[in-house]
């Protein structure tokens, strides 16, 4: 229900309502189990619908699926009605787009590795600066060669190839090692076996498909099914950041718009911090700081204020209290800091009325007039217009069939890529390498079977006899007769005259 530009939450001892100009503010819904948490956030996501405020949920139980059906009014639906006065309530129903990262219950969502980029990806992995240093390199060289980063085979395939030019990388972008590559592939694994690689690849979501309207002007609700998600922290905290700091980079400054553009609803928000590094703690720090100035509105559902880290606490405006149980001292102090968040009402303790709360029933505090914090109300919340509880799976397969999403995001595509282009490119050098390889080996075959044949040829020629024929030696023998001979008499002669003179 609208009022004057606010959302009715409900009444304590006045009516409680959310200024749609202070809603991208952000805000906390916090409680046990059990206490009425998903209530408030349909209760919220209704309003902002019905104010033409686009929403997303990430639905963990799939108890908000209720809200794409038309409101059927129980008993204590009618009752908290009438007590709290609200005449106006009515059975209603609201457009909603169902998503899932697994593509079972709903339209998958996908975002490609280059979307996710760098730095937020060694924020995801928890990276150290040198296996950052490493994956920023990687990302460059695909950049320079023209390597398309659609998928997890990609990256992969991406970092053997700079593995194996390691040399060359080096010498140009700083040293790569093997120790850091081996690193983010088992940083990878991990988050592969979470289940991303249904979350990497293509179509990529389309942030303006979040931030549709219908016919008659009402936000549509994008209501993630989270149920098996949630199984998966890293990956759910993969695409809650991903998702912010997708609209923090696409969405234009608009300062303090009248209503949010685009409202946020995490559930289990602390998925998104348990053993979350601290770079990644300052990064949604950091997001939910600047996001506001883009007329987003993030709103974090979870069991415990202590659930969120005390500098994004700080972040969150708007609060919706519901019961917390006080047993051991950790729940104790949980207690004593949700008191302490509030802005106190003398009318009453709100350390011990967060213990005495019943369910549906809220501590309430919202940004006032000048974006002053109301003081706390004990608030009966108002019952939802849409069903409460979830839908059937007929139900919800009916609903994605209207879907006016379902052709561009249910198809899967696969265009050539890093993967597909680095594996040609290995094929191509392995077959020009067994090629050169096979005509080595043809020229040295040649070459052996060359001198063989040369040796058999030289094996085969006719060997020149060094034995002399009868005639032969006859021939010899009378010349060397005939010479020696002929050798005397003309020593003699010579003598003889050398006698006579003297």
Same mark, same amino acid.
């Given at each position: 229900?609208?009022?004057?530009?606010?959302?009715?939450?409900?009444?304590?001892?006045?009516?409680?309502?959310?200024?749609?100009?202070?809603?991208?503010?952000?805000?906390?819904?916090?409680?046990?189990?059990?206490?009425?948490?998903?209530v408030s956030l349909q209760?919220?996501?209704?309003?902002?619908?019905?104010?033409?405020?686009?929403?997303?949920?990430?639905?963990?139980?799939g108890d908000l699926s209720g809200i794409s059906r038309m409101g059927k009014a129980k008993d204590w639906q009618l009752k908290r009605a009438e007590d709290i006065g609200f005449s106006d309530f009515a059975d209603d129903v609201y457009p909603v787009i169902f998503w899932d990262l697994f593509g079972k219950q709903?339209?998958?969502?996908?975002?490609?590795?280059?979307?996710?980029?760098?730095?937020?990806?060694?924020r995801i992995l928890d990276l150290n600066d040198t296996q950052e240093g490493v994956l920023n390199i990687a990302f460059r060289v695909a950049d320079e060669e023209g390597l398309l980063l659609l998928d997890l085979k990609d990256l992969r395939a991406l970092l053997v190839e700079v593995q194996e030019r390691a040399k060359e990388i080096s010498a140009r972008y700083g040293n790569v090692t093997t120790a850091s590559i081996g690193a983010i592939q088992r940083a990878l694994l991990v988050l592969e076996q979470q289940g991303a690689d249904n979350f990497?690849?293509?179509?990529?979501?389309?942030?303006?498909?979040?931030?549709?309207?219908?016919?008659?002007?009402?936000?549509?609700v994008s209501i993630l099914a989270a149920d098996h998600l949630m199984q998966a922290p890293r990956l759910y905290a993969t695409f809650l950041l991903w998702l912010l700091s997708e609209l923090f980079e696409e969405l234009p400054e608009v300062g303090d718009p009248d209503k949010p553009k685009l409202v946020f609803f995490f559930d289990e928000a602390h998925l998104l911090f348990d053993d979350a590094p601290k770079a990644l703690?300052?990064?949604?720090?950091q997001v939910v700081k600047l996001i506001r100035s883009k007329g987003v509105g993030v709103y974090f559902v979870t069991q415990n204020p202590v659930d969120i880290p005390e500098s994004v606490l700080a972040q969150l405006a708007n609060r919706v209290q519901h019961a917390l149980r006080a047993y051991t001292p950790r729940e104790q102090k949980a207690v004593r800091v949700a008191a302490e968040t509030f802005r106190p009402n003398p009318a009453f303790s709100t350390e011990e009325a967060i213990t005495q709360l019943g369910i549906g029933e809220a501590l309430v505090s919202v940004l006032e007039d000048k974006g002053v914090p109301s003081m706390v109300g004990r608030t009966f919340i108002r019952p939802?217009?849409?069903?409460?509880?979830?839908?059937?799976?007929?139900?919800?397969?009916? +609903?994605? @069939? *209207?879907?006016?999403?379902?052709? /561009?995001?249910?198809?899967? $595509?696969?265009?050539e890529s890093a993967f597909e282009v680095l594996h040609k490119r290995a094929r191509d050098k392995q077959l020009a390498d067994e090629r050169a390889a096979y005509e080595e080996a043809q020229r040295a075959e040649a070459e052996q079977l060359a001198e063989e044949r040369a040796r058999a040829e030289r094996a085969a020629a006719p060997r020149r006899s060094t034995r002399q024929s009868l005639t032969e030696a006859?021939?010899?023998?009378?010349?060397? +007769?005939? @010479? *020696?001979?002929?050798?005397?008499? /003309?020593?003699?002669?010579? $003598?003889?005259?050398?006698?006579?003179?003297?």
């Open positions: 229900m609208l009022v004057d530009g606010s959302i009715f939450l409900g009444v304590s001892d006045r009516p409680e309502y959310l200024k749609l100009k202070y809603a991208n503010r952000h805000g906390l819904i916090t409680g046990a189990t059990g206490t009425g948490k998903t209760v919220l996501a209704e309003g902002f619908s019905a104010a033409g405020v686009p929403v997303f949920a990430a639905d963990i139980k709903g339209h998958p969502v996908r975002a490609t590795i280059s979307e996710m980029g760098p730095v937020l990806l060694s990497f690849g293509e179509r990529a979501l389309t942030i303006a498909d979040l931030m549709r309207t219908d016919a008659d002007g009402r936000g549509v703690i300052d990064k949604v720090e939802p217009s849409a069903q409460v509880g979830p839908i059937s799976p007929a139900e919800r397969d009916a +609903t994605l @069939a *209207n879907s006016p999403v379902g052709s /561009l995001y249910d198809t899967v $595509l696969d265009r006859a021939m010899t023998s009378f010349a060397r +007769t005939v @010479a *020696n001979t002929l050798g005397r008499e /003309l020593v003699r002669g010579i $003598l003889g005259g050398l006698k006579g003179r003297r």
